[in-house]
């Protein structure tokens, strides 16, 4: 079973040791951090698909176990979805550290926050490859604590606010979420993950037990995810600097949290057994409020971070929705929102960062005529924020299509109603910057226009992550039957929980019920 | 293994008092070479702990009379699970002590007294470990005292004589109430060997009045909240590494006796209410320090407070005792955790305070910035303190709160955990000031050694995240007292 | 006859009594120098319980309890020594040989 472990663990290490290598060099040592960074985020990238290769085509199986305790282990463990977040993050790591060199260009202390970045994505990749609950419960406050000093990384009194908000919530999370992992682990041993769950065995007159269990999870996993009402952290880290708020903001820690939620719901309790406890209808009703919640209070944000960060609030909870949908095809719908969401919103957290680094742009109405002076970068907003809003056939379509559809087969016909005034409220925040961005006419000169004359509108180091980002959303909905899509990857994650031998059997058996 | 059996004949456990003590005498004759005695009594005292503890997980607890005389007129060592774990931990900080020391106090004039003391603490610490009955343990406990408080003075000044004597003071009441209750035992029972007593003791006026003293003069010296008022000054103006020596290693002395005497010597009494009040007071302490750790203005404050607060984790023990027939494993784990992160949390506060000549809080950010290898040491070891993943510290928070809620008691689980909070929030706090911006100083220059052993130490205490089940089979051979 | 059971118990009692002393002036006065004595002083109250103790056994006097008192002397002279010195040291830095009131208690 153990085979190959060390592959994992080498995954592992890709960005620790350079992590922890960057940490001791000089401020001036740019070319060697450049190197440490890219070799490592590189190598990590081409582990991750040499790991592809392994287990899809040569039906290999990898995990590691270590003793920590008797009868608990730390597990690390390839399986579809792991690998599902796994990849996400590893590509879009290497993105963002292209985008962080150029924009911390001749900002201080970059050792110190490449040093962090690092611990962050291999605290990231941890827990997706996490193989139980325990060991996911450790990578997620080793992020906790990775996360902090990046939050902080501007020194000032405001981001020193935002850090202490951010610890409050996290390590109060984290205090719960190991009270209610330490009381499974008693109820049901230290199980590894497992499709449809490890607990059927327990007697049924622990209902309320595993219900509690339950809440205290999804308030442990729920704080990073950015659930209501534990969401308040999120728009105040995003004084961090742009691409902190780019991958850790879109990727890493809300999708940890959302991850978390999808592993407790499939691997561990089970959907089935979650339906039984009457537990999937709370946590929808609170994915729904989150999701209108977050979408209104982006409407009325007017700096453009806040509304991005408000935005990211309302998107994740799309992925908390379509697995306590507690369908399959729901959950399809769920899961790949996990990566259209990232990567849309990693776009548009780029382009912010663009906009403010190039010409001093930070709110929605010093937009106006910025299409002019930026077309690539706005049109990589656009491509971004319409695939947001949910118009086919970029990615977010696709998402919302399964989860209307998911809603359907779950009989909760008016979950699309709610999906509905999302996109509509979705529309609401993102039409007027892309309007203005585009269609209006700017009088006097940008706030502080620090990139001018070159041939590009910006920095290359900016510009081409951007770009490549912004493909990326397009082609996951555009190609989104090609055998590599992401779509089709959750399709055959989804079959394998729910036991189908091909995901379109449960809409036909929907169908004649 | 055929070296393991060559072992099992051999007698360590006399050499782990006979080595430091010879130290020390070596140390006072030749004062000029006395680190380099320091130095060769910490190895050579690391290396027969640790023979001892695989002689003790191998072979189970080794009972030694001192010169063939049996008890009670000779002595007699006990080497068992609980003991060869203590020894090996204050072993490994020791050796961190000594090194660190090594720089700390290099080109300091009376810089022998350090290691005179230091190693006869060192070897009063052992011999209590090893010590099989009350008495002996009186002695001993005296010696520690005895030592530390010449230690706490070393600093000079009026501040550290003032804490070293109200610490000498509060000492010496406790060890007399504890000296009046062996006498109560030996009145009552005639003998005074920890496991003869423990085989007698049954529930009568005497023992419990015995109990009542003896504990609550061990609950002084521990510095239980409220009793505590001694420990911050005492710990927070000895020099670095004295303050890792009292706060990692001499707290846990006056625990460990504790846990002796409950556990071999007092099993047959009821708590009859000791444990929600030990309870309590441990929930104050975890309050308590924490609320003050967060208001301190100096590193060493801090880093004392937060002892305060750690030791209330350390009297969970009797809301355990009978709850939970393993719960004592989960909080000598804890005590061994927090000795180790303590240790190096000290250090490197007093690494800081060197290179910047102080330790205001506030003042600290060049420095912390300047001394990367410093700065991570405090922040691995103060993720130990708190209790976050992949040190020693999570491994013991999930026992603590694993023994709770299968004992029912989830009250103190919430303690643990509420602990952990504040933790978080004062460890957060001491690392602050390296994030504010401004330039990095690496300030006075300082040996390198002082850099690397405090940083060693917190890489331990991540291997200690590891090392929970090897402790816990350790522990599992450890000589329990009356029916058990 | 009377006499011979009674002694062990007056011991016993006299040295509960000085115990108590002791701790009372211990915690009252706030000379360091009487805080040392009342120390001394509860040191003494233990071995008179401990010889108390030796007394009040069957076939004779236990010398257990008497090698305890003897150990315990040598370990009281040494602490009070020590006390000595630091109080001394404290009168130096100081100028009172007393502890300051910081603390909520001393």
């Known amino acids: 079973m153990a085979t190959g472990g060390y592959m994992l663990l080498l995954i592992l290490l890709s960005s620790l040791l350079p992590g922890v290598a960057i940490f001791f060099l000089r401020e001036q040592q740019f070319a060697l951090r450049t190197a440490l960074n890219l070799g490592g985020a590189t190598l990590k990238f081409l582990l991750i698909i040499a790991l592809l290769v392994g287990v899809y085509r040569d039906g290999k199986t990898y995990s590691l176990s270590v003793n920590l305790l008797p009868g608990i282990d730390l597990v690390l463990a390839a399986d579809a979805l792991s690998l599902l977040f796994a990849t996400l993050s590893a590509v879009l790591w290497l993105v963002t550290t292209i985008y962080a060199i150029g924009y911390l260009e001749d900002s201080p202390n970059r050792s110190r926050f490449f040093g962090f970045f690092s611990l962050c994505v291999s605290a990231t990749v941890g827990i997706a490859f996490s193989g139980n609950l325990i060991t996911l419960l450790i990578f997620y406050e080793i992020l ?3 996360t902090w000093p990046l939050v902080v990384h501007r020194g000032t009194a405001e981001s020193f606010r935002a850090g202490r908000i951010y610890l409050a919530y996290t390590l109060l999370g984290g205090a719960v979420l190991l009270g209610a992992v330490v009381w499974l682990t008693l109820l049901a041993g230290s199980e590894p993950f497992t499709a449809g769950g490890y607990l059927h065995h327990l007697s049924a007159d622990q209902g309320p037990v595993l219900i509690m269990i339950f809440a205290m999870l999804m308030a442990g996993f729920g704080v990073k995810a950015a659930l209501l009402p534990l969401h308040s952290w999120l728009p105040r880290a995003m004084v961090a600097p742009a691409p902190v708020s780019a991958l850790l903001h879109a990727v890493a820690v809300v999708k940890a949290g959302a991850f978390g939620i999808v592993r407790v719901l499939n691997d561990v309790y089970g959907v089935e057994l979650a339906a039984d406890l009457g537990v999937t209808l709370p946590l929808l009703l609170l994915a729904i409020m989150t999701i209108v919640y977050g979408s209104v209070r982006a409407v009325f944000a007017d700096d453009l971070k806040q509304r991005l960060a408000f935005s990211t609030v309302s998107q994740v909870s799309y992925i908390i929705l379509g697995v306590a949908l507690a369908g399959p095809i729901g959950a399809v719908g769920g899961l790949v929102h996990l990566v259209h969401q990232g990567v849309m919103k990693i776009t548009l957290f780029f382009c912010a960062g663009n906009f403010a680094e190039t010409l001093g742009i930070h709110r929605v109405d010093e937009m106006r005529g910025v299409g002019r002076r930026m077309p690539w970068t706005m049109t990589a907003f656009t491509l971004a924020a319409l695939g947001m809003i949910g118009i086919p056939p970029l990615a977010g379509f696709i998402s919302k299509w399964y989860l209307g559809l998911g809603a359907l087969e779950a009989g909760l016909a008016w979950v699309t109603v709610v999906l509905v005034v999302s996109s509509l409220l979705n529309a609401l925040y993102f039409l007027p910057p892309i309007l203005r961005g585009w269609f209006s006419r700017r009088e006097g000169p940008w706030p502080d226009e620090r990139h001018g004359g070159g041939r590009l509108e910006t920095h290359w180091m900016l510009l081409l992550p951007t770009m490549a980002v912004a493909a ?5 909905g555009l190609l989104a039957s090609l055998t590599i899509s992401p779509l089709y990857w959750v399709t055959f994650i989804v079959e394998f929980e729910y036991g189908y031998d091909h995901i379109w059997r449960a809409i036909f058996e929907w169908e004649t019920p | ?50 023979l001892l503890a695989l002689q003790v997980h191998a072979h ?3 009972i030694l009379d001192l010169g063939g005389w049996a008890p009670p007129l000779g002595i007699t060592l006990v080497a068992d699970g609980l003991a060869s774990l203590m020894l090996l931990m204050t072993a490994v900080v020791g050796l961190a002590i000594s090194l660190h020391a090594l720089g700390y106090l290099a080109g300091e004039g009376r810089g022998h007294w350090f290691w005179i003391l230091w190693l006869w ?13 009350v008495f002996n343990l009186y002695v001993t406990l005296e010696l520690v005292v005895l030592a530390s408080v010449a230690l706490v003075a070393l600093a000079g000044g009026a501040a550290p004589l003032v804490a070293a004597m109200r610490y000498l003071l509060v000492s010496l009441l406790g060890s007399m109430a504890y000296l009046m209750g062996v006498a109560l035992l030996y009145g009552a029972y005639g003998v005074l060997g920890l496991q003869a007593l423990g085989a007698q003791v049954a529930l009568s006026a005497a023992p419990m009045l015995a109990a009542v003293l003896m504990t609550v003069g061990l609950l002084a010296k521990s510095a239980l909240f409220p009793l505590h008022v001694w420990l911050p000054p005492a710990h927070g103006s000895a020099p ?84 939970h027939p393993e719960g004592w494993k989960a909080v000598v784990f804890f005590a061994v955790a927090h000795g180790v992160a303590k240790a190096a949390v000290f250090l490197a506060a007093g690494t800081l305070q060197r290179a910047a000549g102080h330790d205001r809080l506030a003042d600290l950010g060049a420095v912390m910035r300047g001394r990367l290898k410093t700065s991570f040491a405090l922040g691995i070891a103060g993720a130990g303190l708190v209790g976050l993943p992949f040190t020693g510290g999570f491994i013991a928070k999930w026992l603590l709160v694993q023994t709770a809620l299968e004992a029912g008691l989830w009250i103190w689980a919430l303690v643990v955990l509420g602990g952990g909070l504040l933790a978080g929030a004062y460890v957060f706090r001491l690392l602050g000031p390296a994030f504010e911006p401004g ?46 | 006859m009377a006499a011979d059971v009674l002694t062990p118990q007056i011991y016993l009692l006299c040295g509960v009594l000085l115990f108590v002393l002791g701790l009372h002036a211990l915690v009252v006065r706030r000379h360091l120098l009487l805080k040392i004595l009342a120390v001394n002083v509860m040191g003494s109250g233990v071995f008179m319980v401990l010889l108390g103790v030796a007394a009040g056994g069957e076939g004779g006097v236990d010398p257990v309890p008497h090698a305890l008192v003897i150990t315990g002397i040598v370990v009281a002279v040494s602490a009070t020594a020590v006390a000595l010195v630091l109080m001394l040291r404290v009168k130096a830095a100081t100028g009172l040989a007393r502890l300051p009131r910081s603390g909520p208690e001393d």
């Open chain 1, 144 to 146: 906790t604590l990775a």
């Open chain 1, 472 to 476: 990326m959303a397009l082609g996951m």
């Open chain 2, 1 to 50: 293994m055929p070296w393991m059996d060559v072992m099992a004949d051999m007698a360590l456990a006399p050499w782990l008092v006979i080595l430091p003590l010879a130290g020390a005498l070596l140390a006072g004759l030749w004062p000029a070479a006395a680190r380099w005695w320091g130095l060769l009594t910490a190895l050579l005292t690391l290396v027969m702990a640790l």
């Open chain 2, 60 to 62: 189970g607890p080794m």
């Open chain 2, 121 to 133: 603490l060192w070897a009063a610490m052992n011999a209590l470990y090893l010590s099989g009955d």
């Open chain 2, 240 to 323: 670095a590494p004295v303050s890792a020596a009292l706060s990692a290693l001499v707290v846990k002395v006056s625990f460990y006796l504790i846990l002796r005497l409950w556990l071999t010597v007092f099993p047959a009494l009821p708590l009859s209410g000791l444990d929600v009040l030990m309870g309590v007071l441990a929930a104050g302490a975890v309050l308590w320090g924490g609320l003050m750790a967060l208001r301190a203005p100096r590193l060493k404050q801090v880093v004392a407070y937060s002892t305060v607060a750690q030791v209330g984790y350390l009297f969970l023990l009797f809301p355990f005792l009978r709850a």
């Open chain 2, 439 to 484: 330039p990095a100083d690496r300030g006075r220059p300082l040996p390198a050694v002082m850099e690397w052993v405090p940083l060693a130490l917190a890489l331990l205490t991540i291997g200690l995240g590891f090392a929970g089940t090897p402790a816990l089979s350790l522990l599992a051979r450890t000589l329990a007292g009356g029916g058990g």
